[in-house]
């Protein structure tokens, strides 16, 4: 175990990770041999209640990932003298504590203290954008063990902002060992899912400061975006990143992509350079699209990953263990 880590440290750190090798197919067989079936039918319910939540779940496994790797450190609670990740600014709008939670109850009433909060969140993110298509769309490798920090500090230093350009963009995946690949793949996942006017508000009413339009924008998208965003302090207004098909998972993103559709800055960066147009071009096609979102989210699945006797197994998804 020390010899891995010592390894890990000195082969991988010029990269600032090390990822998941400790994972397993079924970590919980032997302990919890229900647990994968308890996560897959709760989360099952919860969707049918809800169109949105595999958005919500999705984009919660997302930012536990990219801070403090996947720990799921994103499900903490600030306490009195803690502001937690969940409390930075971009958490605008994240939701689906409640449902981890509620799923978390279940399964420590089978099995108390063995399944992390981390692998509850990952496979109830797969299992919820799995929902509409009758199958689990990628393999979630478990064995994840909980963090017991969580700041907003790390939270706003961590997340990308739909502001940030291409270059930008690629060095925060790059920083969780994600290709520019994974990053034109992922964006894909805002095809499911609202976004604040605020956070776009800019490219239709002032973009450079001259009360001017994102030229990069679709004018007839602009058009029917400033109907809904009518000004720019409108910060409770929300659009659907997908028009009119927002809770299907599908390749849509790519091709309103291609038309200069993309809502955020961060999703128009996208087009900026040829190798990532052209990888969007190709994942227009929708089996290439599934086929590649499965194998970049396994990839964000293990971002630095703490495994064996690192972390704890919470008791309650929100607080760290006493
Ligand atoms: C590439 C960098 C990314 C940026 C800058 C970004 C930014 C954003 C922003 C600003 C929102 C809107 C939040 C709101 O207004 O409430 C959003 C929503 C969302 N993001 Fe991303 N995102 C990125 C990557 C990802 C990735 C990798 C995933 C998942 C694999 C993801 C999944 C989602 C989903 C599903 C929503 C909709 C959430 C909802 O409906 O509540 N995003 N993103
Ligand atoms: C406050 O922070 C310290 C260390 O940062 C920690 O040991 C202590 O338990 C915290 N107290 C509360 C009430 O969270
Ligand atoms: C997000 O953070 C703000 C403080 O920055 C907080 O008031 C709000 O409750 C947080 N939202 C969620 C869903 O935790
Ligand atoms: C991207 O943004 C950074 C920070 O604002 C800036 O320094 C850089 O020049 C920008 N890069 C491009 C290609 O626009
Ligand atoms: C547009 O941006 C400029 C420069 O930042 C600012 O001075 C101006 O007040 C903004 N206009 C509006 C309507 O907010």
New binding site residues.
């Given amino acids: 175990m020390k010899f891995r880590i010592l390894l890990c440290v000195v082969l991988l750190g010029f990269l600032g990770v090390c990822q998941g090798g400790d994972l397993k197919k079924k970590f919980y067989r032997d302990s919890c041999p229900e647990a994968e079936d308890i996560i897959k039918s709760k989360t099952q319910q919860h969707v049918s209640d809800n169109p949105n939540l595999p958005a919500k779940l999705i984009r919660l496994h997302f930012h536990d990932c990219f801070v403090r790797g996947c720990d799921g450190s994103v499900l903490l609670s600030s306490t009195s003298n803690n502001s937690a990740e969940r409390d930075a600014i971009p958490n605008l709008s994240l939701a689906g504590f409640d449902v981890i939670d509620d799923i978390k109850s279940a399964v420590e009433a089978k099995c108390p203290k063995t399944v992390s909060c981390a692998d509850i969140l990952t496979l109830a993110t797969r299992d919820a954008v799995s929902v509409q298509f009758n199958k689990p769309m990628w393999e979630v490798l478990t064995g994840r063990r909980d963090g017991t920090v969580s700041t907003s500090g790390e939270a706003l230093a961590n997340i990308p902002t739909p502001f940030f350009n291409l270059t930008q963009l690629r060095q925060s995946f790059a920083s969780k060992g994600l290709t520019l690949h994974d990053l034109v793949v992922l964006s894909g996942a805002h095809t499911i899912g609202v976004g604040h006017c605020n956070l776009f508000s800019n490219r239709l ?2 973009f ?4 001017d339009q994102d030229p990069s924008l679709n004018s007839n998208y602009a058009a029917f975006l400033k109907t809904k965003c009518t000004s ?2 409108d910060t409770t207004t929300t659009v659907e990143m997908d028009p009119g098909s927002s809770t299907k998972f599908n390749s849509d993103y790519y091709s309103n992509l291609l038309q200069n559709k993309g809502l955020f800055q961060s999703d128009a960066a996208l087009l900026k350079l040829d190798q990532s147009a052209d990888i969007a071009g190709e994942l227009v096609d929708e089996d290439k699209f599934l086929t590649e979102f499965a194998e970049s989210m396994k990839r964000m699945g293990k971002i630095e990953v703490l495994t064996g006797s690192d972390g704890e197994i919470r008791k309650k998804c929100s607080v760290v263990n006493s």
């Fill in positions: 009413y002032n450079t400061g001259k009360g720019l302090s």
